[in-house]
């Protein structure tokens, strides 16, 4: 079973139809015993990452999170819900992340020209580091597959970390793996099959 953490900030829904239409079983909680319990953790996140963090903390599965994870359990942070595994974020503030991916992360606009929308919104292709390996969560993904992004932060200083990028004026991270702790900056809940895949692919990690 996955456990999708439910702590106010996030689109279960969409993310719960997209693991039944995968048949994989993925359920919205805030309860202890079943996150402890699952075989995978998703942690989804919209909106600004001091308030995200906040909730976190307050509902308790900030810590919970960052033990599962160090125990070897699979983790996906999904949008913001990826930049909050990252050690610290600059957006409106200087917060603190789940430390569990090193990097920061920053507005990009500064950085991509005037001529170029902020936020980022839309598809864009995905592009996969030559250096290393391909990510399992990527199996059956092919470079210039396009995927859904929302986004005015990125992550920075994470190379050891990316698996996967995408061009916006400039490259920015798209996804990051930590051994058993993933990220992505894109929705795969709304990236059509492609996202679909790659969810599955989660799901028997």
């Known amino acids: 079973m996955i456990a999708i953490i439910d702590y106010g900030v996030g689109n279960l829904f969409s993310l719960t139809s997209s693991f039944r239409e995968i048949g994989k079983e993925a359920v919205p909680t805030r309860d202890e015993k079943l996150i402890r319990t699952a075989d995978r953790l998703i942690l989804p996140g919209v909106g600004a990452f001091g308030d995200a963090a906040r909730k976190l903390r307050e509902s308790g599965m900030f810590d919970l999170v960052r033990e599962e994870a160090e125990r070897g359990k699979p983790v996906l942070g999904i949008c913001l819900g990826m930049q909050l595994l990252f050690e610290r974020s600059f ?9 569990l991916v090193k990097g920061e992360v920053r507005p990009f606009e500064p950085l991509v020209g005037e001529k170029l929308d902020i936020p980022h919104i ?33 992550g920075f200083d994470c190379d050891d970390s990316l698996i996967a990028w995408t061009e916006y004026g400039i490259p920015l991270t798209a996804a990051v793996q930590q051994e058993n702790v993933y990220g992505m900056q894109f929705h795969p809940e709304k990236s059509g099959s492609i996202g679909l895949r790659i969810l599955k692919n ?3 990690l």
Do not use: M, Q, T
């Open 91 to 99: 957006e409106y503030g200087e917060y603190e992340g789940l430390g």
């Open 122 to 154: 839309g598809w864009n292709a995905l592009s996969f580091p030559k250096e290393r390996e391909k990510s399992p969560v990527f199996c059956g993904i092919e470079e210039g597959d396009c995927v859904y992004f929302v986004h005015s932060y990125a």
């Open 202 to 204: 989660f799901a028997e």
